[in-house]
């Protein structure tokens, strides 16, 4: 199977449920263009686990991204930790609120330094 439909098919078998396909999904960021590293970002409110969270920021920071990649990371980093998606298909579906996820501060400077870049 292709490395990108893997990748998709995953996520949406973590949006039916499968919570332990986060971290996998998380260390393929290093590797995946932005649209799917955002399309994981936003599931991060179906697994509220401080690792991933913290991991994937990592891995995003590690990247050179272009200024409209970067507000598309932001924004799935933002939503995904406030609330979960109903995925109705890639990247996009209904939002939910949730509790506040645990890691939520954790993006915050990345993006602040994103946001003095300008672009």
Known sequence: MPKALRDRAELF?????AGELI???VER??????QMVAAVAIMFGHVPRRGSVERAVELIEARDWSPANRL???????TGLTYRMEMFSFRSGMLHPIPPHPRRAIPLELIGRWLSLGG
Not at 13 to 17: E, V
Not at 29 to 34: G, L, Q
Request: proline share 5%; net charge negative.
């Open 13 to 17: 078998a973590l949006a039916a449920g």
């Open 23 to 25: 971290d996998p999904l």
């Open 29 to 34: 960021m290093s590797a995946t263009d932005a």
């Open 72 to 78: 598309t990371i932001a924004h799935s980093l933002i």
